[in-house]
């Protein structure tokens, strides 16, 4: 059978990066045929700012080069527009004469720059800001004239005005409204910026209303609408952009502002679909490339008839190329009744910030100045973060909740090239720019995939946005406000978390089959997710699926690099006895253990144990009476304790006591990640417990509780959650604690990122305030527990699961 | 010439899973996909020599279980953006039965 068709009206980004996905999504369905207006393969629109300015060539910007098109085996014409579109025989025609039939016609046509129809708009001189011809034309006429007029102060026009001035020009912006980038700032940021592009010398004329173009052939001057004149030899126009949809609308598909489409990027005619900037979705033509991606991704998975992928408008962020100067906005900037602003501003250092805020939720954010948070404050918006717990800092940034492991570093901008920002894979900031410009990247999985930039600990991930959006500047293309689990569904966990409550799903190929999973088994990624997600939800029910458990949790031991095991013995809170001592010491010794080592949750670790070894080793432990001390798993760890008021002068509560009591109840519970507790047995808090998942803090009058610690990657002290008086309420309160983060945290949060992203007050409410609440949370947690505490050593050493420790004997 | 040698019963290995093979020089690890096809490869992540029989299994996939990159069980290449390849070797099911093929001079430990 031969190939279907698939043709591409339209060699710009969003043709080509749907193309990509097609590609990768199903390389041998279709034979491609692309053709393009512009004489040249696939470049990055949004680079020709930097181009004109003179910071980067027409090469550094061709995202896909003509080799690209040979080895995907796409026919390419370019400099040769479509004239016309034959709906009734599926057919294109070029104005040069080819002609190409289609099962599936895919128009990309972009937009095209807005000339405001004034007496003498085509005078030779007069240019809009679109493509390579443009800034061509632009650099030849900065070497022959002098004066140039650019019409509109929106973020094109200062970005060309920008570009000319660096080419030597006396350039005037003018502008109808009374400040710059009223759709992207507020008045005193725009202030801000034109004083800071006046300083640079650039010229403004405001509330300009231009009435008409002068000279003869050539353009001479502008004049406005007061009848004052000034002059001009160059005049562009960046005014706005129109959807270019003519060649649509001459084919009779139905178009309004753009070409119409629906969620799936389907126009009126079923075998055409479109996207880029020609279209009008839900009612919004969109001129920015991050939705365009969106988009492109989207139509993709419909083109190759998986269907999946649903578009739903997307939440879009800004920032100005011109260099040295930073600014950022985001989402719903403009106050409205109600809302709280929060502001910084500081004039004399040129910064200036401004939240939105409504129910402790950031709306829209404001910056110039100091940009850095932006990548933050997007997040903040497209996640609809809590921010009671940060609100009086959050201005000054992400960093002053206590970074620790970055702290100033973050200043992405002023960083040089050989600053390592990925502290696990060695990853330099130049090796990340380099990847993006040289790959042409623009997701933060792009560059996790070619750099493994924040590819393991994740701690650098801000960073690693943060040069992503500085280096490809608004084609940065931030996660969706909805993210996807990983690349075998389009839906987020909490969609995942739901699903399996509220229709019941209790195996892995239910879910697999409910939400449409696009690959076979899932991956590395989601599969453990999922069983995690289904254990939780159905203890007793559930069957555990162990070829989805990550290796650790499949061989109860942790894998080491050069894949041996270590083996940790359960120690309740931290207490031996020279018995205990002893055993271990017999087990060491027996299976020439080459090293052991006391732990940071004071435990013992033996290394180097072959895998074949642990089930005896084991049968060893269990003997002596010791469980597995889950140093692999994603549940509860350990609870580290200090010497209590038993020994210790200051002690005001037995804390010891209390840790084995809390360990002994929560020990073998599986969890989103792995989970820490300590108790200390005054305020000195000799066990850390303020950075740990659960701590507590003995006090004379009773027990404080802390939520939310960690002593990792990010140093993050607890919150004080609580104050109970007696032990029974501690178990009460951790237990409850717990199964809140086991049902509601997505796999693989810790507890301190989960409190930051549902907060505090949302925690103390379901914890504290709720008393029924709690106990039902509690008695949830005790049910679970009577299936999760079985000793997986125990089985195993006893015969279960021996397959998982045995390497295939061959017959003969 | 092939020469076949019976390593195991299909049901020793479990689905999306894998079982190791020791010969005198190495290990190979034995995969069975969840459409119970077997392959073999050498038990050596390209990138820093993870045991790809500890991975975990999906489509015609494994992911090394040190440093997640995903490897592919038919032609033993790395996948994506990695670059990197571990050795391959013909497996088969016949009735239940696994067969493998050893290199020339590899003999099964």
């Not at chain 1, 408008?313 to 190329?321: A, D, E, N």
């Not at chain 1, 435990?603 to 010791?626: C, H, N, S, Y």
């Not at chain 1, 527990?785 to 420790?805: C, L, N, T, V, Y």
Request: net charge negative; aromatic share 8%; charged share 25%.
């Amino acid at each position: 059978m031969s190939k279907q068709k698939l043709v591409l009206v339209g060699n710009g980004m969003a043709g080509i990066k749907t193309l990509e996905e097609v590609l990768r999504l199903e390389p041998d369905m279709y034979e491609i045929t692309v053709f393009g207006s512009e004489p040249h393969p696939n470049y990055n629109r949004i680079m020709l700012s930097p181009v004109l300015a003179g910071e980067k060539t027409i090469d550094d910007i061709v995202l896909n080069d003509m080799q690209w098109y040979q080895d995907n085996g796409i026919a390419l014409h370019t400099g040769d527009p479509i004239v016309e579109i034959d709906r009734v025989n599926k057919k294109v025609k070029t104005a040069g004469g080819i002609e190409a039939v289609y099962d599936r016609l895919l128009i990309a046509t972009g937009s095209n720059p807005f000339m405001i129809p004034v007496p003498g708009v085509d005078k030779e001189g007069v240019l809009g800001f679109r493509d390579i011809a443009d800034v061509d034309a632009m650099l030849e006429a900065s070497k022959n004239y002098k004066k140039a007029v650019v019409i509109g102060g929106g973020l094109l026009g200062l970005e060309a005005a920008n570009g000319l001035m660096k080419n030597g020009m006396d350039v005037t912006v003018v502008h109808l409204m009374d400040f710059l980038m009223e759709r992207q700032l507020d008045k005193p940021a725009a202030d801000m910026l034109k004083l800071s592009l006046e300083e640079r010398g650039m010229n403004f004329l405001m509330e300009a209303q231009t009435a008409e173009i002068l000279g003869d052939e050539r353009v001479k001057g502008v004049k406005f609408s007061d009848g004052s004149e000034v002059e001009a030899d160059l005049v562009v126009m960046a005014v706005g952009i129109r959807p270019n949809m003519e060649l649509a609308q001459s084919a009779g598909i139905y178009c309004e502002r753009g070409i119409v489409v629906n969620d799936t990027m389907q126009t009126y005619d079923p075998s055409i679909y479109s996207v880029g900037e020609c279209v009008q979705h839900r009612g919004v033509c969109y001129g920015l490339v991050a939705p365009l991606f969106e988009q492109a991704k989207v139509a993709a998975t419909h083109l190759v008839k998986i269907g999946l992928g649903r578009y739903e408008g997307s939440l879009t962020s800004t920032k100005l190329k011109v260099t040295g100067i930073d600014l950022f906005s985001a989402g719903q900037f403009n106050e409205e009744e109600g809302d709280e602003t929060l502001v910084l501003q500081d004039p004399a250092v040129g910064v200036y910030k401004k939240l939105v805020i409504t129910d402790n939720k950031v709306k829209g954010a404001v910056m110039y100045g100091d940009t850095l948070d932006g990548t933050w404050y997007f997040q903040l918006i497209r996640e609809g973060t809590d921010i009671s717990a940060f609100r009086s800092t959050i201005l000054f940034g992400q960093h002053d909740l206590g970074d620790a492991g970055h702290g100033d570093e973050t200043r992405v901008a002023a960083l040089s090239n050989d600053a390592e920002i990925c502290g696990c894979n060695g990853v330099c900031k130049g090796d990340i720019v380099n990847a993006i410009q040289t790959q042409g990247l623009f997701t933060l999985d792009e560059v996790r995939a070619h750099t493994k930039a924040s590819a393991s600990c994740g701690s650098c991930t801000g960073l690693v946005e943060s040069i992503i959006a500085s280096t490809v500047g608004e084609g940065y293309e931030a996660a969706p406000s909805k993210k996807a689990m990983c690349k075998c569904t389009d839906h987020s966990h909490d969609d995942v978390i739901t699903a399996i409550k509220d229709n019941e799903l209790k195996d892995m190929r239910s879910v697999f089959d409910f939400m449409d999973w696009k690959t076979p088994d899932g991956c590395a990624s989601c599969r453990p997710a999922l069983n995690y997600y289904l254990l939780a939800r159905w203890p007793g029910e559930y069957k555990d699926d162990a070829q989805s458990r990550f290796i650790n949790e499949r061989a109860h031991g942790n894998i080491q690099k050069d894949g041996t095991y270590s083996v940790v013995p359960r120690m309740f809170g931290g207490l031996c006895t020279p018995k205990d001592l002893r055993a271990i010491a017999d087990v060491a010794e027996k299976f020439d253990v080459p090293e052991m080592k006391v732990t940071g949750g004071q435990r013992i670790d033996l290394f180097g144990v072959k895998k074949e070894d642990l089930p005896a080793m084991w049968d060893d432990l269990t003997q002596a009476g010791f469980v597995s001390g889950h140093a692999y798993a994603k549940g509860l760890r350990t609870v580290k304790t200090c010497a209590g008021k038993t020994w210790c002068r200051f002690g005001t509560q037995n804390s010891t006591d209390l840790g084995v009591q809390l360990e002994e109840l929560t020990w073998g519970s599986w969890m989103p990640h792995k989970f820490k507790m300590a108790v200390s047995g005054c305020p000195r808090n000799c066990a850390e417990a303020t950075i740990k998942d659960f701590g507590v803090v003995c006090v004379d009058s009773g027990y404080e509780l802390h939520i939310g610690g960690n002593g990792g990657i990010k140093v993050r002290v607890t919150d004080l959650l609580t104050r109970v008086e007696t032990v029974e309420e501690v178990l009460e309160y951790s237990g409850a604690f717990i199964q809140l983060y086991r049902e509601e945290a997505h796999y693989l949060d810790r507890t301190a990122p989960w409190v930051e992203r549902v907060g505090l007050n949302y925690v103390k409410q379901r914890i504290v305030d709720d008393e029924a609440g709690r106990k039902e949370l509690f008695e949830r947690f005790k049910y679970s527990q009577k299936f999760a505490q079985i000793d997986p050593w125990k089985e195993r050493a006893q015969g279960a699961e021996s397959h998982e420790f045995q390497t295939l004997k061959i017959a003969g | 010439m092939t020469n076949w040698i019976e390593i195991a019963k299909l049901e020793d290995i479990p689905k999306l899973g894998s079982r190791v093979v020791k010969t005198d020089t190495m290990n190979i690890a034995i995969f069975r996909t969840a459409d119970d096809n077997v392959f073999a490869l050498k038990d050596e992540c390209p990138h820093k020599q993870g045991p790809l029989s500890q991975g975990i299994v999906h489509d015609n996939t494994v992911t090394c279980p040190l440093h997640n990159w995903r490897i592919s069980l038919e032609s033993g290449e790395a996948q994506g953006p990695d670059v990197g390849c571990t050795n391959t070797y013909a497996a088969k099911v016949e009735n239940g039965v696994v067969y493998l093929t050893l290199a020339v001079g590899e003999v099964a430990a």
